[in-house]
C-alpha cells in the first residue's frame, strides 16, 4: 500500500557521505532511504529534512541549510525519472499519476533563517513546505523539548515574539508548521495561535513512553480535535525504555502499540508515519529500511485495526492536511 512518510534524515547522510569523500547516491545507498528503497516500499511522498544540529557545527545555519537543499536538488535532478520535488498538493497527485514518488522538502530548526522572515521567503521560493521551529536547543524562535535540559518538559517557556511572527508569515505562505522538537508551552502557543491543522512529523506517545520528545495524551487530544497529523517515529529511544543491548529494537508491534495510543486519544484522523530514517540507530530496527514498509499491514491487521483505517495511517491522513495547506 502507498505511504506518505512526514520525516526523515537522508540528505544530512548523504551530506556527511560526500564531505567525508565517500561515494554517495540517492538512487542507491547503504541508508535507510534510497530510491530503490522508496519504490520497492511504494512511497507515495517521502518528506527530505534539511536538518543542522546549530550546536555541533560551526557557520551560518543559512547558509549550511542552503548546501543541503543545493544537494537534494542535485539528486533530484540525477533522478528525475523516479522522484521529483513537490510545491503543491496538484503535483503529488501528477507524479503518482506519472509513476514518480513526490519528495517534499521540509526545515528542520527554525533557527535556519538565523530570526530573519526574509529568510523564510528564501527558503519558500526554494521549495521548503514544512517547518519546525526549533530542534533540540533553545534558538530565537522558541524554546525547545528538554532534552539539553536534563529531559525535563518545558512547560513555562514557549515562542518568542519573533516566533510568532514566523507562525504568521509560515501560515500565510502555506509551509507546514511541524511541532516535533519544540517545548511543550511551545506547542500550545502554536495551538492557540494557529487555526489550520499542523503535523508533529516525528513522535510517539508519551502514554507509552514517557519521553520529552513524545507528546502527552492532552496534545494528541487538541491536534485530532484541530485535525492535526502526528508522524510515528521509529526511534527506539522513543518507545520502550531498556536497561541492556538486548532489549534494544524498534518493532512493528511496539510501533503499532504507539498508534494504538494516538487513535484512543486523538481519534483515527491524527496518526501518520514520521519514520526518521537516516537520523536514528539502524540496530533491529524494523523496518530495517523503507523497502519493508509494507510488512506493518499485517501487525496492523494483528492488532486489529480495519482497512480504512490503515489506509489512513499509510497516507489518506496526512495527505489531507497536505491538500489543505499546500497552495
Ligand atoms: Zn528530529
Redesign the pocket.
Known amino acids: 500500500m502507498k505511504y506518505i512518510d512526514m ?1 526523515c ?1 537522508t540528505v544530512s547522510e548523504l551530506y556527511y557521505k560526500q564531505l567525508a569523500n565517500i561515494p554517495y547516491a540517492l538512487y542507491e545507498n547503504d541508508l535507510h532511504i534510497d530510491i530503490k528503497k522508496l519504490q520497492k516500499g511504494e512511497c507515495l511522498v517521502q518528506c527530505f ?1 534539511a ?1 543542522m544540529d546549530t550546536q555541533a557545527r560551526e557557520g551560518s545555519p543559512f547558509k549550511y541549510i542552503n548546501h543541503l537543499i543545493d544537494m537534494f536538488y542535485e539528486q533530484m535532478e540525477l533522478n528525475k525519472a523516479y522522484i521529483a520535488p513537490v510545491l503543491s498538493y496538484s503535483d503529488i497527485e501528477k507524479n503518482e499519476k506519472a509513476g514518480l514518488i513526490s519528495a517534499l522538502l521540509t526545515v ?1 530548526e527554525g533557527q535556519a533563517c538565523e530570526g530573519k522572515i526574509e529568510n523564510l521567503h528564501h527558503f519558500y521560493s526554494r521549495g521548503v513546505r514544512m517547518m ?1 521551529l526549533v ?2 536547543y533553545d534558538n530565537s524562535l522558541t524554546t525547545a523539548n528538554g532534552i539539553s535540559n536534563n529531559n525535563q518538559l518545558q512547560e513555562e517557556k514557549g515562542l518568542t515574539p519573533k516566533g510568532f511572527e514566523f507562525l504568521e508569515e509560515m501560515e500565510r505562505l502555506g509551509i507546514i508548521i511541524d511541532t ?2 519544540i517545548s511543550d508551552k511551545g506547542f500550545y502557543d502554536i495551538l492557540e495561535h494557529t487555526t489550520k491543522p499542523f503535523v508533529d ?2 513522535t510517539n506517545a508519551r502514554g507509552v513512553f514517557f519521553h520529552p ?1 513524545n507528546i502527552s495524551d492532552d496534545m494528541i487530544k487538541k491536534m485530532g480535535e484541530r485535525g492535526c497529523v502526528a508522524g510515528v ?1 521509529f526511534c527506539f529511544e522513543f518507545m520502550k525504555s531498556y536497561t541492556s543491548a538486548a532489549d534494544y529494537g524498534a518493532t512493528f508491534e511496539l510501533s503499532v502499540q504507539h498508534m494504538k495510543h494516538l487513535i484512543n486519544a486523538g481519534g483515527t484522523d491524527c496518526v501518520g508515519f514520521g519514520s ?1 530514517y537516516d ?1 536514528i540507530s539502524s540496530l533491529n530496527l524494523e523496518p530495517a529500511n523503507a523497502s519493508y514498509m509494507p510488512m506493518f499491514e499485517a501487525e496492523m491487521k494483528r492488532q486489529g485495526f480495519s482497512d480504512d483505517l490503515i489506509e489512513k495511517i499509510f497516507y489518506k491522513n496526512v495527505a489531507r492536511v497536505f491538500k489543505e495547506i499546500l497552495k
Request: proline content about 0%; glycine content about 6%.
Open positions: 520525516h534524515d529534512a536538518f528542520e519546525n530542534w533540540n516535533a522538537h512529523s516525528h520528545r517515529n526518521d537520523g
